[in-house]
C-alpha cells in the first residue's frame, strides 16, 4: 500500500513578509519601480523610503501609487506618525533592500551618519539589509567606496556586485544597477532557510540535440524550466551548485556554474567529470535515446520520396549514474504518456534511484513547456505521493523538502 505524506511545503518566503525598499539619488532609480512591482508578485509588503536626492529622478507619487500607502522623504514630515514612522518601520521590517545605493549612502551607512530618514532608518534595523550598489565606474572603484563596501560586508550586510558596461554618464565599467529580477533572486535567497547549506548538487535540464545533417536534428520539446527551478530553488536554500544544461533560451542562473551541452554525448562526459563532487545528483534532463549513426556531412537533399535513418543507442547517463552512485542521492524524472506507475517503479528499480518524479506528458498542467507540473514521487522505500498541480518553482522545493525530510536522514543512519 502507499504510504501518504504528510511533510510540509516550503511557502514562497517573501510572501506576506514586510519589505522597505530605499531608493536614492541615481538615474537608475527608474528600476526600483519594477523592482516594487516583481516584489508585489511575489506576495510582499512594500513600503518605500527616498533619500531628497531621490525624488529629481522618481516621484514618490509613483511608488505611493503603486503601494497604496505613503513614501517617507524626511524626518519632519507631517502627520501622526510621521516623527517615528522611520523607527516603526525598522521594527516591522524583515528585510530591506537599497536600490540604487549611491556612494553617498555607502559612505554613511559604514560610518554610522544617521542625517536624514534613510540613514537614519538604515541605523535603527535588524533585519537583512541587501545594497545595490549603482554610480560612476570611477567612483566605484575609489578607494573610499572600495574601503566602505568593505566595512560593511564585514557587518554582515548583503552586497550585490553592480553590472559593467556602459554607463549613463558615459564611463564603461562597472556600476551598473543590477536587474530587477537578479535583485528579487538574491532576496529570496537571502530569506530562504539554508538547509542544504554545504551540499553539492548536480542538476541536469533541457533536451539534447543529435544531429542528421548540418541544418536538422533530432531533438524533443524540453524547455529545462522545470530543471532550472530545481537549481535555482537548491542555490536558495544554500547548495553549491552545477547546471548542465542542454540548448534552451533561459538565462543564466545567479551563483549557479553553468555548463552548456548540445549532444547527449557531452551531457555524458560533463555529467561524469562533475559528479565524483556531487552529493546529490538530480536528473531532469531530457536527454535523447537515440542518436543517427552517420550524421551527414552535408545536407541531406530531398531527392527521395522515402529515406531510411539509421539510430544507434546512447549512453543511459541515469543508468551508469545508479552503478556509481556509492552514498549520493540520485533522484531521475520519468516522463510517460500511459502507466505511469509501472514505468516510473521500473525506472526507479533498474537505475538505483533514491526518487523519481514521474508525470504524464499531455496533460495540459503537465510536461514540456508548462509553467506548471503535476508530478507523483516515487521513493526507494515505496512511499508513493501525488501532488496537485503546481508551479515549478513549487514543485522544486517540495522535491527539495522530500530529499530532506525523508532521504538524507537515512543515508546518515
Known sequence: MDDESTFSIMKNPIHNKHIVLGVCGGIAAYKSVELLRLLQKQGAQVRVIMTQNAKWFVGPLTFEALTGQPVCTSLFEKGDDAPIRHIAWAEQADAVIIAPATANIIGKLAGGIADDALSTFLLAVKCPVMLCPSMNTHMYESKAVERNLSLLKADGYFIIEPGAGKLACGTIGPGRLPEPEEILDRMVSCLSRRDLAGKKMLVTAGPTREDIDPVRFISNP???????????????????V??????????????????????SEEMADAVFQHMEKSDIIIKAAAVSDYRPREP??????????????????????????????????????????????KN????????????????????????????????????????????????????????????????LPMKTE
Open 344 to 407: 516510473a517503479l521500473k525506472k526507479l528499480s533498474e537505475k538505483n534511484l533514491d526518487m523519481i518524479v514521474g508525470n504524464l506528458v499531455g496533460d495540459s498542467a503537465s510536461g514540456f513547456g508548462s509553467d506548471t507540473n503535476k508530478v507523483t514521487l516515487f521513493f526507494r522505500d515505496g512511499m508513493v505521493e501525488s501532488l496537485d498541480a503546481m508551479d515549478k518553482d513549487s514543485v522544486s522545493h517540495v522535491i527539495l523538502d522530500r530529499l530532506i525530510e525523508r532521504i
Open 242 to 263: 552545477v547546471l548542465i544544461t542542454g540548448p534552451t533560451n533561459l538565462p543564466d542562473l545567479c551563483n549557479v556554474t553553468m555548463v552548456r551541452i548540445r549532444t
Open 296 to 341: 551527414a556531412k552535408q545536407k541531406i537533399k530531398k531527392e527521395k520520396d522515402e529515406m531510411v535513418l539509421l539510430l544507434q543507442k546512447n549512453q543511459d547517463i541515469l543508468k551508469e549514474l545508479g552503478r556509481r552512485k556509492k552514498d549520493r542521492i540520485l533522484v531521475g524524472f520519468a516522463a510517460e504518456t500511459e502507466n505511469l506507475k
Open 222 to 240: 524540453s524547455t529545462g524550466k522545470m530543471g532550472f527551478s530545481i537549481a535555482r530553488a537548491a542555490e536558495h536554500r544554500g547548495a553549491k
